[in-house]
T-cell receptor, first 111, second 115 residues
């Protein structure tokens, strides 16, 4: 089955700086790669996703890149703000399988 | 549009008991997936239902089961509870439309504690 590795497990950045979280996946059949943000006491919130026929997608301060050859994808957050502090999860899905998640990255925005 | 709702939000049970959790998907969504979230194992896929049929199943023992009703609401059941079943159980709904067939939207979860 699919295996998703996520790094780093904790990331601390100064407010206003950029943050990058990286994931790798194992199953070349995976074709959908979402990113979720989870705040304390809440369920994961879909923030951006990318499909295998696209190399990059951007939504305001958030962007995701996908390298299918290398089987890795990354989340980029620019101009970080205090409200960006949360746990971020990457995931991968192929066909009718459920989402396979990475272990999560605890993003801390230092004021 | 209301989001995914899950009931109850918190539950405490003892070993050996069984539990039923409920999920109401976003209106119009016909697919419901269940996930277990623990500090050690992270988020793990349990199963997915679509049109009252189990579409896919993760690697969990048979004590974990689910069902979906004609109105797309779903329940999951865990029998003979073990301490290791303590977790946050998350439900996610999806429309499975051609444009958004993979997008899953999560509810707040049910926090199950097994004593």
């Amino acid at each position: 089955g699919e295996n998703v590795e996520q790094h780093p497990s904790t990331l601390s950045v100064q407010e206003g700086d950029s943050a990058v979280i990286k994931c790798t996946y194992s199953d070349s059949a995976s074709n959908y790669f979402p990113w979720y943000k989870q705040e304390l006491g809440k369920g994961p919130q879909l923030i951006i996703d990318i499909r295998s026929n696209v190399g990059e997608k951007k939504d305001q301060r958030i962007a995701v890149t996908l390298n299918k050859t290398a089987k890795h994808f990354s989340l980029h957050i620019t101009e970080t703000q205090p409200e960006d502090s949360a746990v971020y999860f990457c995931a991968a899905r192929g066909g009718a399988d459920g989402l396979t998640f990475g272990k999560g990255t605890h993003l801390i925005i230092q004021p | 549009k209301a989001g995914v709702t899950q009931t109850p939000r918190y539950l405490i049970k003892t070993r050996g008991q069984q539990v039923t959790l409920s999920c109401s998907p976003i209106s119009g969504h016909r697919s419901v997936s269940w996930y277990q979230q623990t500090p050690g194992q992270g988020l793990q896929f349990l199963f997915e239902y679509f049109s009252e049929t189990q579409r896919n199943k993760g690697n969990f023992p048979g004590r974990f089961s689910g069902r979906q009703f004609s109105n797309s609401r779903s329940e999951m059941n865990v029998s003979t509870l073990e301490l290791g079943d303590s977790a946050l159980y998350l439900c996610a709904s999806s429309s499975l439309s051609p444009q958004t067939d993979n997008e899953q939207f999560f509810g707040p979860g049910t926090r199950l504690t097994v004593l």
